[in-house]
């Protein structure tokens, strides 16, 4: 059987497309005024749901995505509310090309990673291994591939952004309240309005609080999040705005890890098992400050100035896993060793970030010009206390996978006093210089040009050694407006990314090259029927050199220190499909397809590929798509909504095999007069699946089991 190439299969379906609507033109009678008002209807339904025309993330600029030469998506506040979405876990499925890796951390085109920045600067107050709350975020923009020429060193699978909910002059007031099963409880406080007649200062109050006992044993979860803001506006053209976000986070039973599994992914126990015991714990007390000064100066030429401070304390008190057992010999391995763990980890972090646009013409050309310069320092120190397992004449016992015993040792039986921490204090800082310029070269046909030189310095202060580099990258793409309908893009673009400042030491082999990482994709964004529906294609290809991995040779000078060795060329090939929009006046969908192959191309006898045995990359399916509908019963103020979730098989980094699953999520919401009620199942079949996996010692990350969520908002 002969396979499309993902680039014929873009062009076979963009000559399908452009052949239906030109045929649905043809044959479609003109509309009269009553056809005229129901599209009217439509598209304003979908612009105003899950369906967004414009964002400033890609670009830094004000620009129609249809004029961005690359795949970006967002996400919306309604898509979110819709699928009671309260950390960016659930909204995996909502992105064409990502699933979930670990934690936080996902996988990206291919390539894990857990790189984020808020409002288009860095400083993630979730920095670790905490889960990014969405009490505050508006909505959520993610811009595929890499992004070196707008945002400087990170990841090339892409970019996730937060948009932070800000104070707003219109009046919004609301109290939430909700419950679960697992024991899940909830309450959120917000407010937002104008502080004066005149319209100049406006305010923003939110106060959030849940807490749960999810299903693995001794588990425990409370968050507690205070978000305030504060806009002034000093003239018509100068306003500011001053933010401030408190978190804590107290996880009982963490730091997780999987549960083990046999070589062809089936759980070999219950996925409540938990080598935790229920003293153990994460707790998380995070704080962000930011301010962000806009100042026009004229109708053409504006400036942006964002400074954003984070503050990060993580405690983490756990048992990890350290190798599996069979005890009776049946073949069939049945008990843990455990390590304990004690580790804390502080972080601060420091971004300013400034952006001149300005627009004009040259040469009968329009251009929109923009010059930018951002800084970030990010400072790291931790201390590490590790008790050994019994089994190399440690405290600590191991674990039944059969029949847990758990309360029979803690962390105060492994007199941690006495065992001398390891330390980690390191420094790192990064300057970037961008430039960009977008050329309007006729009514139709737009070129992106951008270029950006970032230096980076890196200290580890405890070894008293330093490494510093730069690079340069670009990005060049265009657009193009055949119709009205059609409009295909084309993109080249580079990346890198430094090393981290903890594994430059020469103790471990470096200091290490960063890594870098190019793009070329081919994408084509439609607006089918009347506007009322919006079908995304891209198709790309992404090199990344130069990652880092563990050497198999382990300490190869023998200075007590395990070494690192930097992989060959590693190739992702993929496409992707999004579509969003209305199909009647009252059915929205929104639904993602991902097509994805990664592989290690060149290696050399120092290097491992990332799974055993294979070339393909850990916990990157081959084959991903994500469903949401939502239908809107006017009659009786309610809508009903269904999602469909599917990951195809994937392999974790000890390569086995994690199966592939499909998961439904279902949803009721009706309003009774300034209250909205809101029922949410996820997991509606209770289907038993590891969204990815890790080692074998650890095992597969499972996924949750049926979560029922009931909800009640009232507006004033």
């Known amino acids: 059987m002969q396979y499309f190439q993902p680039g014929q299969l873009a062009l076979a379906i963009a000559a399908a497309l452009s052949s239906y609507t030109a045929v649905a033109s043809e044959t479609t009678p003109q509309a009269g005024a009553v056809t005229q008002q129901d599209a009217l209807v439509v598209t304003g339904r979908a612009q105003s749901m899950y369906r967004v025309e414009e964002t400033d993330f890609a670009t830094r600029t004000d620009t129609p995505i249809e004029k961005i030469p690359q795949s970006v998506q967002v996400i919306p506040q ?3 509310k819709d699928q009671a979405a309260r950390k960016i876990t659930d909204l995996y499925q909502n992105i064409a090309g990502v699933n979930s890796f670990s934690y936080s951390g996902v996988t990206f085109r291919g390539f894990r990673q857990d790189e984020i920045v808020y409002d288009g600067v860095k400083g993630d107050p979730f920095n670790g291994f905490a889960v990014p709350q969405l009490f505050n975020i508006e909505t959520v923009a993610v811009l595929k591939g890499p992004a070196g020429a707008i945002y400087g060193g990170g990841n090339p699978g892409g970019l996730i952004n937060y948009i932070t909910k800000k104070p707003q002059y219109e009046t919004q007031r609301s109290v939430q309240v909700s419950a679960g099963n697992d024991d899940f409880v909830s309450g959120a406080i917000e407010l937002a309005g104008s502080v004066n007649d005149e319209e100049t200062q406006a305010y923003r109050v939110g106060l959030y609080r849940d807490s ?25 053209d100068t306003s500011l705005v001053l933010q401030y976000t408190d978190i804590k986070q107290e996880l009982g039973g963490n730091r997780l890890r999987g549960v083990p599994v046999d070589d062809d992914g089936n759980f070999i126990t219950d996925i409540s098992w938990n080598p935790n015991e229920a003293t153990d714990y994460q707790n998380l007390d995070a704080s962000v400050w ?3 000064l806009e100042h026009r100066f004229s109708e053409r030429t504006k400036l942006d100035v964002t400074a954003r401070y984070f503050s990060n304390d993580e405690e983490q008190n756990y048992h990890e896993p350290r190798g599996l057992q069979d005890t009776d010999g049946d073949g069939v391995v049945d008990f843990s060793q455990r390590q304990f763990r004690d580790q804390v980890r502080e972080n601060t972090g420091i971004s300013l970030t400034a952006n001149l646009v300005n627009q004009f013409n040259a040469g009968g050309v329009p251009h929109t010009l923009l010059t930018g310069a951002d800084w970030y320092r990010h400072d790291f120190s931790a201390s590490y206390r590790t008790a050994q397992q019994s089994s190399r004449g440690g405290p600590v016992p191991g674990l039944s996978l059969v029949n847990p015993q758990y309360g029979l040792t803690s962390a105060a039986d492994y007199d941690l006093a006495s065992v001398t921490p390891r330390l980690t204090d390191t420094r790192s800082d990064r300057y970037g210089l961008y430039l960009q310029d977008q050329l309007d070269l006729t009514d139709n046909w737009s070129v992106t040009l951008g270029g950006r030189y970032d230096h980076f310095k890196d200290q580890n202060r405890l070894a008293g050694t330093d490494f510093s580099d730069g690079e340069l990258t670009y990005r ?8 009205d309908r059609f409009f295909p893009y084309a ?3 580079t990346g890198f990314q430094p090393q981290s400042a903890s594994s430059q030491s020469k103790a471990q082999g470096g200091p290490f090259d960063p890594e870098t990482s190019s793009i070329v994709e081919i994408g084509l964004r439609t607006r089918l029927l009347d506007d009322s529906l919006a079908l995304n294609l891209a198709t790309y290809r992404i090199i990344r050199d130069g990652i880092l991995q563990a050497d198999p040779a382990g300490d190869v000078d023998g200075d007590g220190e395990d070494d690192l060795v930097q992989l060959g060329e590693v190739e992702s090939n993929g496409f992707e499909v999004e579509l969003v929009g209305d199909l009647t006046p009252d059915w929205v969908l929104t639904a993602s397809y991902a097509y994805n192959d990664t592989r290690v191309v060149q290696s050399s006898e120092q290097t491992r590929y990332s799974v055993p045995g294979t070339d393909r990359f850990a916990n990157a399916p081959r084959n991903t798509f994500g469903l949401w509908s939502r239908y809107q019963l006017p009659s009786i103020d309610s809508s009903i909504s269904m999602g469909v979730d599917y990951v195809d098989e ?3 980094l000890s390569g086995q095999r994690v199966k592939p699953y499909t998961i439904y999520n279902l949803s009721w919401a009706t309003d009774v007069d ?4 809101q029922m949410n199942i996820k997991n509606l079949f209770d289907e038993e699946y590891a969204s990815s996996g890790f080692l074998s010692r650890s095992g597969h990350f499972p996924g949750e089991p049926r979560r029922v969520y009931l909800s009640a908002t009232y507006n004033f």
């Open 78 to 80: 309604q898509l979110m």
């Open 212 to 236: 749960e006992s999810p299903f693995r044993t001794n588990t425990s979860a409370d968050n507690t999040i205070l978000d305030l803001g504060y806009r002034i506006d000093v003239n018509p």
């Open 290 to 292: 930011q301010g962000r």
């Open 476 to 483: 060049i793409g265009t657009t193009y407006n055949i119709n």
């Open 491 to 493: 993109l080249y673009g």
């Open 650 to 652: 994937q392999f974790s």
């Open 674 to 677: 300034d209250w909205q009620l």
